[in-house]
């Protein structure tokens, strides 16, 4: 496989339910992964650009946080319906989306 | 925490012994993971640097494998007597270890 244009990294940390930092499983991280890699599938996006998922990526109070790499832009709080969005203006136009980004104190 | 100035990943998935693909934990990455974290701790470069773990990278036949952004310098048969290197000349010094570092047609 070749170096991607773009490489997303999907937190996939579980503290189990109630727990104080909370996690991206909690959270709701594994119907974004399932909808990345239908769209991604769907769309023959793979090879072109990487899908990798982690351990804890950090900002667990924000999740389900998705990372995306070289620019190192962290989305927080990342829905199944946010990731149309993502392929299509930050992925494929170049453009991160904003409304998504967490502010430098998080990250 | 703030936005990191070198992330590395770190690559944790595992086959099982024997499988033809082989995998970064049967190819020892713990023993590197372990390395890392210790000299972190001892240089405190927690913060400054960040490591995540993560599920597979690629290159599953050149394993260990370790990969920094923002450079998306992706090393392999990372052993733990690399890591010091890696931290001196690659993230304090800034200038990827050529000698550890894939060649293009693995990623």
């Keep these: 496989m070749a170096k991607p244009e773009k490489h997303l990294f999907v937190c996939n940390q579980n503290r189990g339910p109630g727990h104080p930092r909370g996690s991206c499983t909690q959270s709701g991280c594994a119907s974004v992964m399932d909808e990345l890699?239908?769209?991604f599938q769907k769309r023959d996006l793979m090879g072109k650009f990487q899908i990798t998922v982690t351990g804890c990526l950090?900002?667990?109070g924000s999740?389900?946080?998705v990372l995306v790499y070289p620019e190192g832009v962290m989305y927080g709080r990342v829905g199944k319906e946010d990731v149309a969005t993502i392929i299509d203006e930050h992925l494929i136009g170049g453009k991160p989306v904003e409304r998504?980004?967490?502010p430098a104190e998080l990250w």
């Design 100 to 102: 998504l980004t967490l």
């Design 37 to 39: 890699m239908f769209e």
């Design 58 to 60: 950090g900002p667990c």
């Design 63 to 65: 999740g389900p946080s």
